[in-house]
């Protein structure tokens, strides 16, 4: 078994967090989330131990902008929205083992502990530095102004998402001061055209005292750091060109209404725990809590003596906050490890524009399956086809259509065929050969699906092949048996609902393991058929679409 096998070893996988304004669209699954889930499964079916935990990031300052425009408390904005990212995710199998709400009375507690104490070893550590810098703040607002108890008032800093610009790096459009499109991480005094978002109000600057990150030894411990758990030069050289500029260094709290407040000589009144660094990490420390109750281990994966590997995904919008925020901030106090591993991904567009929840451009997880009536297994597949690891992608809608037809149909005729050479009610040895294929296939995506080498869509792109050589590899009983193991063995971690099926109808027991190879190859006794993946037209799939995408 060799390479196949994972025995022995654990991993801690925990998603980034999603801001709970509004729900899981696949923009959000296509980048950091899918890819966790196939990772997930990856290591289960090797024999290792894999858990899957994140948290709401229910104190981001979008929660706070979409009560005020909804007119409900942010409270009401966090838990509505908490359920319905849960609801998506499972939509497209997606299985967290579970995902935390802070607002919940569970949590609240243990998550306020746990960032504060965070927060303060690194302040004790000697790792912090108090900073006054001009912000902006709101000089007056426009008679008749959208006004509640909610947004800022006048003589209040204008900051994260009540704030507009340009980015000073590539004079993108962009609220808050971190720019989704180049990854770059400023101060709001950076901006081009500062002004206010959501409401109307004039700004001026004034001088605010925030406390920031000031890691000893500078840049160079934090790349030597980077080095070890990022193996993307694309996404260090977003950090190398910050850090040219700032340093070790970034916001660690930030003037808020709404958030884990922190009170400090020197610091300005009104700051809370800044959501893209020290309260970034946190969120997954908590989720590292979770972790010990669910496994029985009594000691959180990120301590500094834990042997669990742990693994974040991100997009290149939370580039900094991860690289500089999250890894400076673990090597800032000496409870907690760094990361392990970090798996990162570029923007996914809808049809070459962003996913937009304001302007309706977007397709939720749920809806894709439940109103689009895409099957699942399908969509995982082209998502992972079509993803956005090395580029920027895009979600086009008769690509996926095409792409949903075309390799369900493939994978339905290859199936019914190896199905069709297998003896009823009798057990057939697997053959040899397409063993040994097998396990040079398996050996590949399982280079493919390690943390520092990994390649979504080589990944996925294993599974095709082997569809298409399907012809070739069931001409006999003892190949069609092999060809059906490997193909759950290969999907499983795309495709799992189909992957599970094809495994039990083989004849075998639990899900797909490499370990069924390992003690010489199992029977393959045929039990039950193997349905067909369904066909959609694109009338069924625009129930999901946005009405400007429909045709």
Same mark, same amino acid.
């Given at each position: 078994?060799?390479?196949?096998?994972?025995?022995?070893?654990?991993?801690?996988?925990?998603?980034?967090?999603?801001?709970?304004?509004? *729900?899981?669209?696949?923009?959000?699954?296509?980048?950091?989330?899918?890819?966790?889930?196939?990772?997930?499964?990856?290591?289960?079916?090797?024999?290792?131990?894999?858990?899957?935990?994140?948290?709401?990031?229910?104190?981001?300052?979008?929660?706070?902008?979409?009560?005020?425009?909804?007119?409900?408390?942010?409270?009401?904005?966090?838990?509505?929205?908490? *359920?319905?990212? $849960?609801?998506?995710?499972?939509?497209?199998?997606?299985?967290?083992?579970?995902?935390?709400?802070?607002? /919940?009375?569970?949590?609240?507690?243990?998550?306020?502990?746990?960032?504060?104490?965070?927060?303060?070893?690194?302040?004790?550590?000697?790792?912090?530095?108090?900073?006054?810098?001009?912000?902006?703040?709101?000089?007056?607002?426009?008679?008749?102004?959208?006004?509640?108890?909610?947004?800022?008032?006048?003589?209040?800093?204008?900051?994260?998402?009540?704030?507009?610009?340009?980015?000073?790096?590539?004079?993108?459009?962009?609220?808050?001061?971190?720019?989704?499109?180049?990854?770059?991480?400023?101060?709001?005094?950076?901006?081009?055209?500062?002004?206010?978002?959501?409401?109307?109000?004039?700004?001026?600057?004034?001088?605010?005292?925030?406390?920031?990150?000031?890691?000893?030894?500078?840049?160079?411990?934090?790349?030597?750091?980077?080095?070890?758990?990022?193996?993307?030069?694309?996404?260090?050289?977003?950090?190398?060109?910050?850090?040219?500029?700032?340093?070790?260094? =970034?916001?660690?709290?930030?003037?808020?209404?709404?958030?884990?407040?922190?009170?400090? /000589?020197?610091?300005?009144?009104?700051?809370?725990?800044?959501?893209?660094?020290?309260?970034? =990490?946190?969120?997954?420390?908590?989720?590292?809590?979770?972790?010990?109750?669910?496994?029985?281990?009594?000691?959180?994966?990120?301590?500094? /003596?834990?042997?669990?590997?742990?693994?974040?995904?991100?997009?290149?919008?939370?580039? =900094?906050?991860?690289?500089?925020?999250? %890894?400076?901030?673990?090597?800032?106090?000496?409870?907690?490890?760094?990361?392990?591993?970090?798996?990162?991904?570029?923007?996914?567009?809808?049809?070459?524009?962003?996913?937009?929840?304001? $302007?309706?451009?977007?397709?939720?997880?749920?809806?894709?399956?439940?109103?689009?009536?895409?099957?699942?297994?399908?969509?995982?597949?082209?998502?992972?086809?079509?993803?956005?690891?090395?580029?920027?992608?895009?979600?086009?809608?008769?690509?996926?259509?095409?792409?949903?037809?075309? %390799?369900?149909?493939?994978?339905?005729?290859?199936?019914?065929?190896?199905?069709?050479?297998?003896?009823?009610?009798?057990?057939?040895?697997?053959?040899?050969?397409?063993?040994?294929?097998?396990?040079?296939?398996?050996?590949?995506?399982?280079?493919?699906? /390690?943390?520092?080498?990994?390649?979504?869509?080589?990944?996925?792109?294993?599974?095709?092949?082997?569809?298409?050589?399907?012809?070739?590899?069931?001409?006999?009983?003892?190949?069609?048996?092999?060809?059906?193991?490997?193909?759950?063995?290969?999907?499983?971690?795309?495709?799992?609902?189909?992957?599970?099926?094809?495994?039990?109808?083989?004849?075998?027991?639990?899900?797909?393991?490499?370990?069924?190879?390992?003690?010489?190859?199992?029977?393959?006794?045929?039990?039950?058929?193997?349905?067909?993946? *369904?066909?959609?037209?694109?009338?069924?799939?625009?129930?999901?679409?946005?009405?400007?995408?429909?045709?």
């Amino acid at each position: 078994m060799g390479p196949l096998s994972l025995e022995g070893q654990e991993f801690f996988l925990t998603p980034v967090c999603l801001v709970p304004n509004g *729900r899981a669209h696949l923009g959000h699954i296509a980048g950091p989330l899918l890819k966790m889930d196939v990772l997930r499964r990856h290591v289960l079916r090797g024999g290792g131990r894999a858990t899957m935990i994140s948290v709401s990031d229910a104190h981001e300052s979008h929660v706070l902008v979409r009560a005020h425009q909804d007119g409900v408390t942010p409270e009401e904005v966090a838990n509505r929205n908490h *359920r319905l990212i $849960r609801n998506d995710l499972a939509a497209l199998d997606i299985a967290y083992d579970d995902l935390l709400n802070p607002l /919940d009375a569970t949590w609240a507690q243990r998550y306020a502990e746990v960032n504060r104490d965070f927060l303060t070893e690194i302040v004790e550590q000697g790792s912090t530095t108090v900073r006054t810098e001009p912000m902006p703040v709101l000089d007056s607002e426009a008679a008749g102004a959208h006004s509640t108890s909610l947004r800022p008032r006048v003589d209040e800093a204008v900051v994260s998402g009540w704030l507009k610009g340009r980015c000073p790096h590539c004079a993108q459009p962009l609220v808050g001061f971190f720019c989704e499109s180049c990854g770059g991480h400023f101060s709001p005094s950076q901006m081009i055209d500062p002004a206010t978002a959501h409401f109307d109000g004039e700004l001026r600057f004034d001088d605010i005292a925030s406390l920031y990150l000031d890691l000893p030894g500078g840049p160079e411990r934090l790349r030597e750091a980077l080095a070890e758990i990022c193996k993307r030069p694309d996404f260090l050289a977003i950090a190398d060109r910050y850090m040219a500029v700032n340093g070790a260094s =970034i916001r660690l709290t930030v003037p808020s209404r709404w958030g884990l407040p922190w009170e400090e /000589d020197g610091v300005s009144p009104g700051q809370v725990i800044f959501s893209y660094s020290a309260l970034l =990490i946190g969120c997954h420390l908590v989720a590292g809590e979770r972790y010990k109750e669910i496994t029985g281990s009594g000691m959180n994966p990120f301590r500094r /003596d834990s042997r669990v590997r742990t693994v974040i995904s991100f997009g290149i919008d939370n580039a =900094i906050p991860f690289m500089v925020g999250a %890894v400076g901030c673990g090597l800032g106090q000496k409870t907690y490890k760094p990361v392990d591993s970090l798996l990162v991904n570029y923007f996914y567009d809808l049809e070459g524009s962003k996913f937009s929840t304001s $302007r309706g451009h977007v397709i939720w997880g749920g809806d894709i399956v439940s109103l689009g009536q895409a099957e699942s297994d399908l969509t995982r597949a082209y998502l992972c086809f079509r993803n956005p690891e090395f580029t920027r992608s895009a979600f086009q809608a008769e690509e996926f259509l095409s792409f949903h037809n075309e %390799v369900g149909a493939r994978v339905s005729d290859a199936l019914a065929s190896a199905a069709e050479r297998l003896p009823a009610d009798t057990a057939t040895a697997p053959s040899p050969e397409v063993l040994r294929a097998l396990t040079r296939t398996l050996e590949h995506q399982t280079g493919m699906l /390690d943390p520092d080498t990994f390649h979504l869509s080589a990944a996925w792109s294993c599974v095709e092949q082997w569809i298409d050589c399907a012809p070739a590899l069931t001409a006999t009983p003892e190949a069609a048996a092999a060809w059906l193991l490997g193909f759950a063995l290969l999907a499983a971690p795309v495709m799992p609902a189909r992957a599970q099926q094809v495994w039990e109808a083989a004849g075998q027991s639990g899900s797909p393991n490499v370990a069924a190879l390992r003690d010489g190859p199992p029977r393959v006794t045929p039990r039950g058929g193997m349905p067909r993946l *369904r066909t959609l037209t694109r009338g069924q799939l625009n129930a999901c679409l946005p009405a400007t995408l429909h045709k």
